[in-house]
Nanobody, 121 residues
Framework: QLQLVESGGGLVQPGGSLRLSCAAS????????VGWFRQAPGKEREGVSC????????RYRDSVKGRFTISRDNAKNTVYLQMNSLKPEDTAVYYC??????????????WGQGTQVTVSS
Protein backbone atom coordinates (compact mmCIF):
# COMPACT_ATOMS: atom_id res chain seq x y z
CA GLN A 1 0.00 0.00 0.00
CA LEU A 2 1.38 3.37 -1.06
CA GLN A 3 1.66 5.69 1.88
CA LEU A 4 3.45 8.83 3.05
CA VAL A 5 3.41 9.42 6.78
CA GLU A 6 4.55 12.67 8.35
CA SER A 7 5.71 12.92 11.94
CA GLY A 8 7.60 15.27 14.20
CA GLY A 9 5.10 18.06 14.55
CA GLY A 10 4.12 19.56 17.86
CA LEU A 11 4.02 22.66 20.01
CA VAL A 12 7.19 24.71 20.20
CA GLN A 13 8.06 28.17 21.50
CA PRO A 14 9.17 30.91 19.11
CA GLY A 15 12.82 30.45 18.27
CA GLY A 16 12.62 26.72 18.79
CA SER A 17 13.24 23.86 16.40
CA LEU A 18 11.43 20.83 15.05
CA ARG A 19 12.38 18.15 12.57
CA LEU A 20 9.60 16.78 10.43
CA SER A 21 9.89 13.36 8.84
CA CYS A 22 8.10 11.99 5.80
CA ALA A 23 8.38 8.22 5.71
CA ALA A 24 7.27 6.30 2.65
CA SER A 25 5.98 2.79 2.24
CA UNK A 26 5.06 1.12 -1.00
CA UNK A 27 7.31 3.40 -3.08
CA UNK A 28 11.03 4.06 -3.20
CA UNK A 29 11.04 7.68 -2.21
CA UNK A 30 14.52 8.20 -3.58
CA UNK A 31 13.09 7.92 -7.07
CA UNK A 32 10.65 10.78 -6.53
CA UNK A 33 10.75 14.54 -6.27
CA VAL A 34 9.46 15.44 -2.81
CA GLY A 35 8.00 18.63 -1.43
CA TRP A 36 6.83 20.00 1.89
CA PHE A 37 3.70 22.12 1.95
CA ARG A 38 1.74 23.79 4.71
CA GLN A 39 -1.72 25.13 5.28
CA ALA A 40 -2.67 27.51 8.06
CA PRO A 41 -6.28 27.98 9.18
CA GLY A 42 -8.20 30.11 6.73
CA LYS A 43 -5.33 30.20 4.27
CA GLU A 44 -4.48 28.38 1.08
CA ARG A 45 -1.91 25.65 0.99
CA GLU A 46 1.57 26.90 0.13
CA GLY A 47 4.81 25.28 -0.86
CA VAL A 48 7.56 25.38 1.74
CA SER A 49 10.46 23.44 0.28
CA CYS A 50 11.25 20.77 -2.26
CA UNK A 51 14.07 18.42 -3.18
CA UNK A 52 14.62 16.70 -6.49
CA UNK A 53 15.10 12.98 -6.82
CA UNK A 54 18.84 13.34 -7.21
CA UNK A 55 19.03 15.44 -4.03
CA UNK A 56 21.23 17.94 -5.82
CA UNK A 57 18.59 20.64 -6.13
CA UNK A 58 16.49 22.19 -3.39
CA ARG A 59 14.16 25.16 -3.21
CA TYR A 60 12.66 27.16 -0.36
CA ARG A 61 10.02 29.80 -0.09
CA ASP A 62 11.54 33.14 0.82
CA SER A 63 10.06 33.27 4.32
CA VAL A 64 11.86 30.08 5.42
CA LYS A 65 15.20 30.51 3.67
CA GLY A 66 18.07 30.24 6.12
CA ARG A 67 15.84 28.64 8.75
CA PHE A 68 14.54 25.42 7.15
CA THR A 69 16.56 22.63 5.54
CA ILE A 70 15.18 19.79 3.46
CA SER A 71 17.10 16.53 3.14
CA ARG A 72 16.54 12.88 2.44
CA ASP A 73 17.88 9.56 3.66
CA ASN A 74 17.27 7.01 0.94
CA ALA A 75 18.34 4.14 3.17
CA LYS A 76 15.45 5.04 5.49
CA ASN A 77 13.11 5.95 2.63
CA THR A 78 12.49 9.24 4.41
CA VAL A 79 12.62 12.96 3.66
CA TYR A 80 13.16 15.46 6.45
CA LEU A 81 12.42 19.11 7.05
CA GLN A 82 14.60 20.64 9.73
CA MET A 83 12.94 23.80 11.00
CA ASN A 84 14.94 26.22 13.14
CA SER A 85 14.18 29.68 14.52
CA LEU A 86 10.49 28.96 14.29
CA LYS A 87 8.05 31.86 14.24
CA PRO A 88 4.34 32.01 15.08
CA GLU A 89 3.61 32.51 11.39
CA ASP A 90 5.05 29.04 10.71
CA THR A 91 2.05 27.55 12.51
CA ALA A 92 0.22 25.25 10.09
CA VAL A 93 -0.45 21.68 9.14
CA TYR A 94 2.57 20.46 7.22
CA TYR A 95 2.23 17.93 4.42
CA CYS A 96 4.77 16.06 2.38
CA UNK A 97 4.08 15.06 -1.20
CA UNK A 98 5.89 13.06 -3.85
CA UNK A 99 5.77 13.00 -7.61
CA UNK A 100 7.74 10.96 -10.09
CA UNK A 101 7.80 13.57 -12.84
CA UNK A 102 7.09 16.99 -11.39
CA UNK A 103 9.56 18.90 -9.25
CA UNK A 104 8.29 21.61 -6.91
CA UNK A 105 4.75 21.35 -8.17
CA UNK A 106 1.53 21.80 -6.25
CA UNK A 107 0.17 18.75 -8.03
CA UNK A 108 1.66 15.53 -6.71
CA UNK A 109 0.88 11.87 -7.08
CA UNK A 110 1.09 11.10 -3.39
CA TRP A 111 0.27 13.11 -0.28
CA GLY A 112 0.67 12.45 3.41
CA GLN A 113 -2.02 13.10 6.00
CA GLY A 114 -0.24 16.05 7.57
CA THR A 115 1.31 16.91 10.91
CA GLN A 116 0.42 19.94 13.03
CA VAL A 117 3.11 22.47 13.88
CA THR A 118 2.18 25.14 16.42
CA VAL A 119 4.60 27.90 17.35
CA SER A 120 3.42 29.75 20.42
CA SER A 121 4.63 30.98 23.75
Amino acid sequence: QLQLVESGGGLVQPGGSLRLSCAASGITLGGYHVGWFRQAPGKEREGVSCINRGSDTTRYRDSVKGRFTISRDNAKNTVYLQMNSLKPEDTAVYYCAADFNRYCSGSNQYWGQGTQVTVSS
